[in-house]
Structure formats: structure tokens, C-alpha cells
């Protein structure tokens, strides 16, 4: 990169984002890695109720 480059960078406080790229890229084969560990979200229950036992001041009702 020439000077000029980087000091347009510079002016316009855009640096953090190049040194961010920089640190960023040699692990991107972490994400991949992630993605396969974790292959997705996991359905909700149809009734959440069960989820907080016999208490009966808390429900949720997302049909209306």
C-alpha cells in the first residue's frame, strides 16, 4: 500500500478495519470448523408451559 493510501485510511479512522481484516482472515477456518460441531438450532417445543413446571402465573399463548 502506497502512503498516500494509508494515510486516506488514516484520516478517515478506517485503519481498525484493515488491522481487524488482517487478524481476522487466518482463522476463518474456525467458522467452518464451528459450523460443524454445531449444525444448526434445535426446534422448539410445541408447549412451553412444560418448561416451567406446574406454575400456573406464567403461560404463553402465541396464537392470537
Not at 502506497?2 to 484493515?18: H, M, V, Y
Not at 467458522?31 to 410445541?46: D, I
Request: glycine share 2%; aromatic share 12%; proline share 5%.
Amino acid at each position: 500500500m502506497d502512503d498516500e493510501a494509508f494515510l486516506a485510511l488514516r484520516r478517515a479512522q478506517a485503519l481498525f478495519i484493515a488491522y481487524a481484516v488482517n487478524l481476522f482472515l487466518p482463522q476463518t477456518h474456525l467458522l467452518s470448523r464451528l459450523a460443524r460441531l454445531n449444525p444448526g438450532s434445535v426446534a422448539a417445543p410445541e408447549n412451553l408451559d412444560s418448561f416451567f413446571d406446574s406454575d400456573e402465573d406464567l403461560s404463553f399463548d402465541f396464537d392470537d
